[in-house]
């Protein structure tokens, strides 16, 4: 019986070193698996690291990877600079809803319409202009700020001519009609604020770019009196 216990227990698993492979964690590396475990014990901090991530042939960067990088890490000279000029834009967009009300009188008497047909031109503009902050504020995030503010203030221009040089009120109705779709300032600025500021510290941002709406409303009246004459 003594050889029969003495090869039972040669062939009895080792209880230490199954625990040992038992508790190692394992990945799969094209289907099969890996020991991320070191041979002394220790985790391979590289392995671990792509693990984490999440593939072993792409990186999915994260803000805590670049955070240098990216707005955040401008400094306040250059993300004020930038705030101003973006001021400058929002005030236009602003002016240009405003400005249109002191134009009522004339459009009635040009085109033959009543006063309330012809301040729907201002109507038409503030509509398309809620629409057109959705349409562009999703091109901004996968294109980029700069280019959909720059194109949005061109076709903004473009879209006046019609109404400046219109031959009739459905001109001046289809104009700002294009005109308000084409703005992308209400939303795509604050996107910006988002791009360069925490949420923690967006209040005096967020109060400077509202202080642009607000004053674009009051200076388009200022103007308009003068442009009326």
């Given at each position: 019986?003594?050889?029969?216990?003495?090869?039972?227990?040669?062939?009895?698993?080792?209880n230490?070193?199954?625990?040992?492979?038992?508790?190692?964690d394992?990945?799969?590396?094209?289907?099969?698996?890996?020991?991320t475990?070191?041979?002394?014990?220790?985790?391979?901090?590289?392995k671990?690291?792509?693990?984490?991530?999440?593939?072993?042939?792409?990186?999915?960067?994260?803000?805590?990877?670049?955070?240098?990088?990216?707005?955040?890490g401008?400094?306040?000279?250059?993300?004020?600079?930038?705030?101003?000029v973006?001021?400058?834009?929002?005030?236009?967009m602003n002016?240009?809803?405003?400005?249109?009300?002191?134009?009522?009188?004339?459009?009635?008497?040009?085109?033959?319409?009543?006063?309330q047909?012809?301040?729907?031109?201002?109507?038409?503009f503030?509509?398309?202009?809620?629409?057109?902050?959705?349409?562009w504020?999703?091109?901004?995030?996968?294109?980029?700020?700069?280019?959909?503010?720059?194109?949005s203030?061109?076709?903004?221009?473009?879209?006046?001519?019609?109404?400046?040089?219109?031959?009739?009120?459905?001109?001046?109705?289809?104009?700002?009609?294009?005109?308000?779709?084409?703005?992308?300032?209400?939303?795509?600025?604050?996107?910006?604020?988002?791009?360069?500021?925490?949420?923690?510290n967006?209040?005096?941002?967020?109060?400077?770019?509202?202080?642009?709406?607000?004053?674009?409303s009051?200076l388009?009246?200022?103007?308009?009196?003068?442009?009326?004459?």
């Open positions: 019986m003594a050889p029969y216990t003495e090869a039972v227990e040669e062939n009895k698993p080792d230490d070193s199954g625990s040992s492979l038992a508790g190692a394992t990945t799969r590396t094209n289907g099969a698996p890996t020991n475990t070191a041979s002394n014990g220790a985790r391979d901090p590289e671990d690291e792509v693990e984490r991530i999440g593939t072993y042939d792409k990186i999915e960067l994260t803000e805590d990877m670049c955070y240098d990088q990216l707005g955040f401008y400094s306040n000279l250059k993300k004020w600079t930038i705030l101003s973006i001021f400058i834009v929002q005030v236009s002016f240009n809803t405003s400005l249109y009300s002191n134009a009522v009188t004339g459009i009635s008497e040009e085109f033959g319409v009543s006063a047909a012809a301040r729907c031109g201002a109507m038409i503030l509509v398309m202009y809620a629409f057109g902050c959705e349409l504020a999703p091109w901004s995030e996968e294109l980029g700020r700069k280019p959909i503010l720059q194109l203030l061109f076709l903004v221009n473009i879209w006046q001519l019609p109404v400046a040089l219109a031959p009739n009120f459905a001109s001046i109705m289809v104009g700002r009609t294009l005109g308000g779709l084409s703005s992308a300032g209400g939303s795509v600025t604050l996107g910006m604020i988002a791009d360069m500021w925490e949420a923690d967006q209040q005096y941002a967020v109060a400077f770019v509202v202080f642009s709406s607000v004053g674009g009051v388009g009246p200022v103007v308009g009196g003068f442009v009326e004459q």
